[in-house]
């Protein structure tokens, strides 16, 4: 059976040991919860002790960054490339991330560059899209997120299906400042996903793992959760404490029986 995704991005937050700590106390918590595939994405500076301990204790829980340059080498200051990451042995490449296009020039065509990239080197590309308060409220959302999805997924082929995600994120539900998105909004964005995906790969379409982020909580996880195009969740601030993410855990739970 597939499983339901459920991980979180940490953003430019915690220390190794904060990180250490986090993953060591999550380890042994999704062994309860196996109808889930578990993944977190910290900062770089964190990713091979984490890997490390992650392989030491055979845990399931899955390993990414939160970005990546296209280039495997080159003049580019500052950057990481695939290779370099390789190394590690990631699993997933988070990339287009709503604060990378606001703060770090991030655009609809660098995160295809990278999505190739990505794909290339065997990693999962876990391709955030998402419209802004000002599309919503003029109305263009579903044309703002056909063009983000069809330029991050243009010259992948059919046959990477499966090697993908896509997470739906609202600009104005992520962060402290987020409102949390209603649910039939979300059913209605993510069924609009599904029908360009399906539009994009035929029938395959329908196996492209699609994730909601954006103030996903304990209030409102299982409601997304129950949705039929919603194969996995997001989370930033509510999964930031181990417990705190347990228990998101058990009501998703509920929700998926
Ligand atoms: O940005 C997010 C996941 O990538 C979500 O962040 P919050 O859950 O803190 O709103």
Redesign the pocket.
């Known amino acids: 059976m597939k499983k339901f995704l459920l991980g979180t ?1 940490w953003k430019m937050n915690k220390t190794l040991a904060d990180a250490t700590q986090y993953t060591n106390d999550l380890m042994p918590i999704i062994e309860k919860y196996p109808a889930f595939d578990f993944f977190i994405i910290p900062s770089y500076t964190h990713l091979w002790k984490l890997k490390e301990l992650i392989d030491t204790n055979k845990s399931a829980l899955k390993l990414g960054a939160q970005n990546m340059h296209y280039a495997d080498s080159g003049q580019f200051t500052g950057e990481i490339s695939p290779v370099m990451l390789k190394e590690i042995g990631l699993d997933i490449i988070e990339l287009g ?1 709503c604060e990378r296009r606001q703060y770090f020039n991030e655009t609809d065509e660098t995160v295809n560059l990278k999505t190739l990239a990505a794909l290339k080197h065997g990693f999962i590309p876990l391709i ?1 899209i998402g419209e802004k308060s000002e599309d919503k409220n003029y109305g263009v959302s579903k044309e703002m997120l056909a063009k983000q999805l069809k330029i991050a997924l243009k010259d992948v082929p059919s046959d990477k299906i499966g090697q993908f995600w896509v997470a739906y ?1 609202p600009v104005w ?3 402290v400042n ?1 409102i949390p998105a209603e649910t039939p909004y979300v059913k209605k964005i993510h069924d609009f996903l599904r029908t360009v995906l399906i539009e994009l790969y035929g029938p395959l379409g329908k196996d492209v793992p699609l994730l909601f ?4 909580n304990i209030n409102n996880a299982k409601d997304y959760a129950g949705l039929e195009n919603v194969d996995g969740l ?5 999964a930031w404490e181990p417990d705190l993410f347990e228990e998101i855990m058990v009501s998703v739970g509920d929700t998926l029986k």
């Open positions: 991005n991330h955030c994120e539900a992520i962060g987020g982020g954006g103030s996903v997001f989370i930033g601030r509510s």
